[in-house]
């Protein structure tokens, strides 16, 4: 079962820089899983085909300095989560 499922809970991809900020990595929030990358492209590549195999997911890019440059949602949110 994709942790998606859990209570109606989203699978969250994080697509950040590295420590040194030389290397990108795609994590799963709340997870184990963590695949690094030379190219940003292609680590935002790998987190939206995973979050597309999630019912409900999420993938949130993030800058070189770390902060949020976008978030992309898939899947349909349950009606019980207000907003």
Known sequence: M????KNNQ?????VSPDAAAERWVVS???GDF????????DAVE???KKAQFDRIS???VHKND?????????????RDIPG
């Open 10 to 14: 989203r699978t969250v991809y994080h």
């Open 2 to 5: 994709a942790s998606g499922d």
């Open 34 to 41: 963590k695949r690094e990358f030379d190219r940003k492209e």
């Open 58 to 60: 999420q993938v949130k």
């Open 28 to 30: 799963q929030e709340n």
């Open 66 to 78: 770390g902060s949020m440059e976008y978030e992309s949602t898939y899947g349909e949110d349950p």
């Open 46 to 48: 790998l987190a939206k």
